[in-house]
């Protein structure tokens, strides 16, 4: 399945009064590489496998599978992931007929908040809410699985 999502700083704490959802994860690598990431990732009682592809030179669209694993086999294979990890609060909040995923960071990266939106087609509009920021759709410093090894607080201005 090809991924084809948008990604923001956010430039106020507005969004979590929109908020439906909110989740804790922790995820980390099993491979970092930029052609293939393998991610390990566990939220409250759910576990996923998930496996990215190399983005388009634009950053909008890539390659991504996902497969739901038991919780068990998960904490497992955090065992032989890559040093580091990352930990974050996720908000849902649903703007007209998409939906933002909105990650406020924890640990290593804290002070980092990051909103995407996942489209059908990479020029579809699509509405802007007031605590959207920059774009940074593109930018593999915002990308988590090069956060695990260069996090926010080594480069935040």
Request: aromatic residues 12%.
């Amino acid at each position: 399945m090809i991924e084809i999502e948008r990604k923001f700083l956010v430039k106020s704490e507005d969004f979590k009064k929109e908020a439906y959802k909110k989740t804790f994860f922790v995820q980390a690598y099993l491979n970092t590489d930029p052609e293939r990431t393998i991610r390990i990732r566990i939220t409250d009682d759910h576990a996923f496998m998930t496996i990215k592809g190399r983005s388009t030179e634009n950053g909008l669209s890539r390659f991504e599978w996902e497969k739901e694993i038991p919780v068990s086999e998960a904490k497992e294979l955090l065992k032989l992931c890559e040093p580091g990890k990352i930990e974050k609060y996720r908000y849902l909040i649903k703007q007209n007929d998409h939906l933002y995923e909105v990650d406020e960071f924890l640990g290593d990266n804290q002070d980092l908040i990051l909103a995407e939106v996942e489209l059908q087609q990479e020029e579809e509009e699509f509405s802007r809410p007031q605590w959207l920021g920059e774009e940074v759709t593109g930018d593999i410093n915002y990308y988590n699985s090069n956060l695990i090894n260069n996090p926010y607080k080594n480069w935040k201005q």
